[in-house]
């Protein structure tokens, strides 16, 4: 932590910084500089709230040199961690798997249909929400445990691994039993009590970045995961608030080397949030690959036109057929593979 | 709902959409226009989702029409709501209260000196979090249970009504035997389960707006409130994502008339984390009044200095004293009244 | 300037920012830390552009101290600055006026008539576009050289002062003619050009914010303009990009404060631009007051339902009646008085 | 334009609405439905201005059913317009330009350097800023004319067209006499009287996306150089406002699809302003091809820590050699092609 002074400081005032440094328990070291005078704390353990030290008179701004995470940094832990969802599905590595198919279950049918579709066009896991948070309490809310055992059924059909949303404590504790990841919203990226629930538990956690949260605090966010002891953690791009009413999302790319460089966590792309339409879903997961994303999460639904939800951004079976073939050479130009899915 | 057709839209497309709409159970309008056709859908209970309709070929956009909130609408109930959380301290009146105290619960001594100066100064509730959401697992998360006993000794002192937030299903449920009011936060405005958990409880809510929430997002979370059977819900605006250095966040005043025009529900203003900035929460406190809002959460503290969380936010007791002076001619300009506290 | 280096950089980067740094022509102070080491430049003159220190090996960060305005700024000149437009008319000191008119000069009448009525409302100025920038080229672009002299009959007639918008050079050596005040539209708030144009004449100017510049820019741009010998600048908020479908623009009075703290500038708002919906107008502009705006600019047109622009922001001029009459105590309350017109 | 009346409008409201219609001269046709009126307007030119009628009694929202913008229109021209601004240098085609050099001119050294080695490594296009718009006026703002005179001169012994930025009406006139193609900065996209004078000329035009600017408001810009008879207009993402400190834009390659959807103009990217940090530009400009970009803007210094202005985002020679090797196979992927300089 360094306190940048006023120029227009005085001694005393510095002086009263030092004093709250030494009285939180750290050393001041006061640097007067040809302008104006900064002080630095040492042995910050991360830990530090200096928010009333901002306050005090003669103080310009505080600036937190070390990054406020710990276990999720590529400081702390250099190489890639790897996410292993089911074998052969593994994250974070040279392979890049894609997870496809619909927004919700809807029936034994559709699941059952989506599932064998996406397989065959080379997905190696299933998306499906049993519980659905909608922004309408009025809208479709998802089948619940029935969906869960749907799911359970498409797995043993198809052998697709399975990711779906959890939203509460209870619903997660389920979920860890028929998934094999926790797929964590956009809008509970900061319900700090769930993600503390998923966090003691062994199953792996896919967390979506929040509608308008940043890097870092998608990041501490992932943090409360990891320091419950569960390090099997996969980050999500989706598109963040947009204030163009072109698209549903911005789809924001640029998250994908930033959050790379600053983690050792693998971080997947959802074109199909990220974009709203399915017009753009191929070219934006063209893209995140391009840009080096570890996998991909994309809709897909056996019939859009009758989905009960996000119909107008899931895509057609033949698209996403299409959309796998152009995704291989992209892959390889950057020395990478997509993942395909095992022999049955 | 209405669905607007490209210019080069055929009848076929045309008829596909009327189909469409007669396929979800309604009744379909096709209305031809000088340079593109139109589809209205009869019937529209505020339930439909058209996402599949908008991915039909020749269709340019779906327009919902009605708003997809129901309960909470000014056209549903006309007039205001009032929520009293304790005898005298009512929301949506003519009267503001003030509701005033430190961000965290720190000590019995900080607690019970906080609540002494800022019932002196005028305030009729107090503020204080038991159960703290923070960005980082490292960060001081409140005193939980132990805090909630100081919170009722004050009360017990002072006579304050007790406003502090539940962070989860099994807090709400403690929080509701402690507190006037139980605040859902910014960060879980979209948790769904925990929203459902405080409409099924009879005690006050006050939902604080998210960090990029849609005023319409901000209603239908209320919604899902009082769908539950809980109509006592108090909106709040506390700032939004700037990409603004200068500002932790952007105090969206707009909120406030736009939320009173579109719903009945009481909307108070929370200055301090709207600026982040101590020199600033004074003028956004006047501005807020004087914008309409029915009330104001406002950080003191007895000692900013040294508070545990948000000190550079805080009022000194001596500032906010000032402040509350400077409210009374504020309130009396447009005809309404800033609570005082009642004899003790 | 203060380069922050990486936890993991060698001595040998410390010792390559610091020849960098003795390269620029000053002079390098490296302090170690606990954690990392940070290296601070000494002599900074507020012209340093050090982004390819940030590429150098082990940076983790450039942290500019000093801010990068300088006339513009409260350290540069402590006591606000008086701008004088006309007799009687002073923004920056306790005074507030308000200029308010119509958006665009649509003929003699119209102009004329709107005149007439805000002066007997309170106004001080009146304002009204003869050059119009408009998103589209086939929207009404304004009157041009017509509307500026019909600008100055409505002055020869109510003695308001003129405030009215110059798009380019040329446009503004003309407004500079004819007008008490030349505004800058915040579409144009970084044209350099223009800035460096305006700040060659004597006339004062108000300097409008850009759709998304931050107070930063805002300061930097009124820079350009103090740099070239003009500084009788008038800073306006007039609402920023939201995600937020409900509002046009998102007011961000925070910036208020903000920019009276950094700066000696008068600061005023623009309530119209900064709702877009009539009926926020009256509420925001309270709000503005309160928050201690130096006056205020406001749409008000003689018939809002024939306006050929901005007609659904445009107050009636009873509702400007009214709302100068709840201002008075408003600017009272906080010490303030609202500019009366003088005698005629 | 259709008028969506409230719930609660009665019949005179309606017939209100149809006589504002008549009295601008169109044609009113109201359309009765279950919950709610609209009605539509006959005969919308594009031009027409309904906010007026926003604000009449009853009247809940306006929706512009038709785009406002015309001859960018890919309604208005079906197939892609192909700006070629040099010989072989075509956008717009299957073929995909890169365009990489110096954000300023320095020196005849350092532009006839950069031209050498960006040529070497495949680009077909020199950029340089001649005339440099800085947020603050004490920054480096390019060498001017003998800027331009540096800019020929590489042209001559490299052979590649030249793309430098006009920042007035006397700028483009010149930098129309040396370049092949005038830039439009991001600052002036809105600046209508330089985006006029362009129009007039029969250079092509490189226009950048504002910095909070809509898709829409990107083209409605584009429109007013078309609208003057100049239809060689190139359109750049180059980054827009982020509220995530962790870049200095967000790079929204959803605007991509979205603008070849929408219009017939061709559309590049530019990662180096899109991302601001050197390690992510590669990434980005791999993902802008995957995503369909028509070329590419890349920031490349023959010594970028010692360059003027950002240094920072510029690649080395070698990073930049290395990302063209990346980029063919990925072009290829989607059956397009970068752009290989002739023989010279």
Redesign the interface.
């Known amino acids: 932590m360094?306190v940048?002074m006023?120029?227009?400081a005085s001694p005393a005032d510095v002086q009263r910084v030092c004093d709250?440094i030494s009285e939180m328990g750290y050393q001041p070291?006061p640097?007067p500089?040809?302008?104006?005078t900064?002080v630095?704390l040492?042995?910050?353990d991360?830990?530090v709230?200096g928010?009333?030290?901002?306050?005090?008179p003669g103080v310009?701004?505080i600036?937190y040199?070390?990054s406020?995470?710990?276990q999720v940094s590529r400081?702390w832990r250099p190489a890639n961690t790897l996410v292993t969802i089911a074998p052969g599905v593994t994250f974070g590595g040279s392979d890049v798997p894609v997870i496809a198919g619909p927004c919700s279950v809807e029936s034994e049918q559709q699941i059952i249909e989506a599932a064998h579709t996406v397989r065959a066009a080379g997905a190696v896991a299933l998306r499906g929400g049993a519980f659905k948070?909608?922004?309408?309490?009025?809208?479709?809310q998802g089948m619940g445990k029935e969906g869960l055992e749907l799911l359970r059924r498409a797995k043993a059909e198809t052998g697709l691994a399975i990711v779906t949303e959890a939203?509460?404590?209870e619903?997660a504790q389920l979920v860890a039993e028929y998934a094999d990841c926790i797929q964590i919203g956009a809008?509970?990226m900061?319900?700090?009590?769930?993600l503390k629930t998923v966090g003691k538990l062994r199953t792996p956690v896919m967390l979506k970045r929040?509608?308008?949260a940043?890097?870092?605090?998608l990041l501490?966010?992932a943090?409360?995961i990891l320091?419950e002891g569960n390090d099997q953690v996969i980050l999500c791009e989706r598109g963040?608030?947009?204030?163009?009413?072109?698209?549903r999302n911005?789809?924001?790319?640029?998250?994908?080397?930033?959050v790379k460089?600053?983690s050792h966590l693998p971080m997947i792309a959802d074109p199909s949030h990220?974009?709203g339409v399915?017009?753009?879903v191929g070219?934006?997961a063209?893209?995140?690959?391009?840009?080096?994303a570890d996998g991909l999460l994309i809709e897909v639904h056996p019939d859009?036109?009758?989905?009960?939800?996000?119909?107008?951004?899931s895509l057609f079976p033949q698209q996403f057929t299409e959309l796998m073939g152009?995704l291989v050479?992209?892959a390889?130009?950057?020395g990478r593979r997509i993942t395909t899915p095992g022999a049955r």
Chains 1, 2, 3, 4 share one sequence.
Do not use: C
């Open positions: 360094l940048v006023q120029a227009t709250a070291l640097m500089g040809a302008q104006l900064t630095g040492i042995g910050n991360r830990r709230d928010s009333h030290i901002e306050a005090l310009a701004e600036i040199v070390s406020p995470y710990k400081e948070p909608r922004s309408s309490p009025y809208s479709f939203m509460d404590d619903g809008r509970n900061q319900n700090y009590s769930l929040g509608m308008a940043t890097v870092q605090e501490l966010s943090e409360y320091a963040v608030r947009t204030w163009d009413p072109s698209s911005m789809f924001d790319l640029n998250a994908i080397p930033a460089k600053a990220g974009t399915r017009d753009r070219p934006m063209r893209a995140a690959v391009a840009a080096g859009p036109n009758r989905a009960l939800s996000d119909g107008a951004q152009e050479p992209i390889a130009a950057i």
